[in-house]
């Protein structure tokens, strides 16, 4: 008895006419012709209700479900099913509304349908969750009525589901196709590029337009033709994702901190370095030293990053480079490319950490990493309007040339980096590091 009432719902279409039939009782006290009418449309309004009544509740003839995918991907569209089956005899209207998790502040979902006897439909809408971690859904709940639309019942589906959010795993594939070779881009097809690298491939048949420096006499006297040596890019070179989680990180831009730019930029490079048959391996560190994972190029590799990066959070502390320079030589011994993403706001804090950035950059090829603060770049570029704006302008634009200023400091000190926004930064990643292999750096 007491879930018949929990699930018993009027329509607006029932109080409406109450309304109404309230109203002409009411008139019925100066015109009296209108007072057994009345009655008789409140009889007929009770006969209605009890029978439309009768017809929701005389079987359980309604089912839904939530269809969700294993995990969703961090800053991208992800798609939510919605199943709906109609076993009554007759049409119904269905109003569904679904309990949203928390993280997405969403209380005002609902979606209305028409669906026919014994027939089935489903619907799909789309979620972007902003921040990793877990995310709870309620129950799907749906009030179903007749044409009549005077009485609701509740069926509520308890499907109490947790999905997990994810780095960006969406865009890691969108991106996917920078591990192609440039040729790639004439002949839309892999080639290998030939390059003077250490790794010999093969010998070959010399053709016009190779290198005479390549020539190999020994195999030239053989086979009493020119014969030249063949290189490929270096494979199996060791690199490191290193991701600072101090406070500056928790910076947001368009909804994602500095952080999840980071880590969804980690995860998207590592897939390119791992299909160019690099190593690839994860620290990341504020106070004190975390996630460590040393490169390797197995398939496995991706996944244990992937499950890594799920749950790194910021840490309100200062990131402690001192720490990062004692860890990385004790634990790195191979010479390695070290991508470190961090943020400095102002010279002074560069300066302050530029002896350890110089002190790794000796033995292996460092890359930091800088955002660039759109919203002060937009600032920069405004229009000044009052004497306020002009203060706030200029000093927009010396923030703006701080950083310019940091990135001539890191090159003088034989440091390559990057000065990016964070929405391109994966992009920019992925190119500074075929940039690095092209050339040879590393």
């Known amino acids: 008895m007491i879930s018949f009432f929990k699930s018993l719902f ?22 009296q012709i209108l007072y057994l009418p009345t009655w008789i449309l409140l009889i007929a309004l009770v006969f209605l209700v009890l029978t439309e009544g009768i017809a929701l509740y005389k079987s359980t003839s309604f089912n839904a479900e939530r269809i969700l995918t294993e995990k969703f991907s961090n800053s991208d569209e992800n798609s939510v099913t919605i199943n709906l089956s109609n076993s009554y005899g007759f049409k119904v209207n269905i109003e569904v509304i679904d309990e949203i998790p928390i993280q997405f502040q969403k209380r005002d979902f609902q979606r209305n349908f028409n669906l026919s006897a014994n027939s089935n439909t489903h619907f799909s809408y789309t979620l972007t969750p902003k921040q990793r971690g877990e995310y709870h859904f309620g129950a799907v709940h749906c009030f179903i009525s007749t044409v009549l639309k005077l009485v609701k019942r509740r069926y509520s589906f308890s499907q109490n589901q947790m999905v997990k959010v994810y780095p960006s795993y969406i865009q890691m594939q969108a991106l996917a196709f920078l591990a192609l070779d440039r040729q790639s881009e004439i002949g839309l097809k ?42 490929q890019d270096e494979r199996s070179q060791p690199i490191y994702n290193m991701i600072d989680r101090g406070r500056l990180m928790k910076m947001p831009f368009e909804g994602l901190t500095l952080l999840d730019y980071a880590i969804n930029s980690t995860l998207a490079f590592s897939n390119i ?38 749950n790194v959070n910021t840490h309100f502390l200062d990131p402690d480079f001192n720490r990062l320079y004692a860890h990385v030589k004790t634990y ?40 660039e603060n759109t919203e002060i770049t937009e600032l920069a570029n405004s229009k000044t309007t009052n004497i306020t704006s002009v ?30 926004k964070p929405k391109d930064l994966s992009v920019n990643t992925i190119n500074k590091y075929l940039e690095i292999k092209a050339k040879g750096l590393l």
């Open 391 to 420: 203060y706030e302008k200029t000093i927009a634009q010396q923030f703006n040339y701080e950083k310019q200023l940091m990135r001539k400091a890191l090159l003088a000190n034989g440091i390559q980096s990057i000065l990016t």
């Open 10 to 31: 009027f329509g607006q279409r029932l109080f409406q006419s109450l309304i109404v039939i309230a109203a002409l009782f009411l008139l019925s006290q100066w015109v």
């Open 332 to 371: 790195i011994n191979q010479r390695s490319l070290l991508l470190l993403y961090t943020n400095f706001e102002h010279m002074s804090s560069l300066e302050r950490q530029l002896p350890y950035l110089r002190a790794l950059s000796k033995k292996h090829v460092l890359v930091v990493v800088l955002f």
């Open 190 to 231: 892999k080639v290998r590029r030939i390059g003077h690298t250490l790794e010999f491939e093969q010998i070959k048949d010399y053709v016009l337009g190779d290198d005479m420096r390549t020539i190999n006499w020994k195999a030239t006297a053989k086979r009493d033709q020119l014969m030249v040596n063949q290189y």
């Open 273 to 310: 370095a791992l299909k160019k048959k690099d190593k690839v391996g994860l620290l990341s560190f504020a106070e004190s030293i975390k996630d460590f994972t040393k490169a390797t190029d197995k398939s496995s590799q991706l996944r244990i990053i992937l499950n890594r990066l799920y």
